[in-house]
């Protein structure tokens, strides 16, 4: 074939690999790539274990032989993929998947929130343990867009003087009715005033 590069290097026979070898004894092997703009080195690095690393100023990027995979951070034994942020800001984001018209499904920000956009199928259940145990954080908020209308969970985080341990199965933001229904139709509806309405008779055990 042509030669159009400052270095061409083939292998023209069939079925036959073509390498390119960068040894050192006792020391780190590397490519380094430069232009105007600035430099990237790509290493192979004798003191951590052999690990890849892609760096530019500091190290942005390492692969250990284990297949553990740090991004701005150096990895863990312990995951094989861990990401250091940008900082702690709710602007910046350690993490982030798109669609195929670029569009956010998954962000996962620095101040340790995140959004997802789609729909989550859960084949076993969903723990919230808080950083707190008085359970002033226990609960689930719902939303209309971003304005919150409703929770669920801990009495301590939802009402004034609620215990810890006590379960609060709805409470609205404002006078809107709570609804409890089977088979897609409303059984008892609890109104903003507390006033309580069955759909059907009442039956009592004792």
């Known amino acids: 074939s ?24 006792s020391w780190d092997s590397a490519l380094q790539l430069i232009n105007g703009n600035g430099s990237w080195e790509i290493y192979n690095d004798y003191s951590d274990s052999s ?17 553990q995979i740090g991004m701005n951070v150096a990895p863990s034994s312990t995951r094989t993929l861990l990401v250091k942020g940008q900082g702690t800001s709710s602007s910046t984001a350690g993490f982030q998947v798109n669609d195929g018209n670029n569009a956010d499904i998954l962000v996962i920000k620095d101040d340790k929130s995140a959004t997802f956009e789609g729909i989550v199928t859960l084949k076993n259940y969903i723990s919230i343990q808080p950083a707190v145990s008085n359970g002033t954080l226990s609960f689930i908020e719902w939303r209309n867009d971003t304005s919150l209308f409703a929770y669920v969970g801990s009495a301590a985080a939802i009402l004034s003087g609620g215990a810890a341990a006590d379960y609060v199965a709805g409470n609205t933001t404002t006078a809107a009715n709570v609804i409890l229904a089977t088979n897609n139709s ?16 009442v039956n009592l055990a004792n």
Do not use: M, P, Q, W
Not at 2 to 25: F, G, R
Not at 51 to 67: C, E, N, P, V
Not at 187 to 197: E, P, V, Y
């Open 186 to 201: 409303a059984r008892l509806t609890i109104n903003g005033s507390g006033a309580a309405t069955f759909a059907e008779d």
């Open 51 to 67: 690990s890849l690393k892609f760096f530019s100023g500091a190290d942005r990027l390492t692969i250990t032989t284990g297949g």
């Open 2 to 25: 042509s030669i159009d590069t400052k270095l061409h290097i083939e292998e023209t026979t069939a079925n036959t690999s073509c390498y390119v070898k960068v040894e050192s004894a």
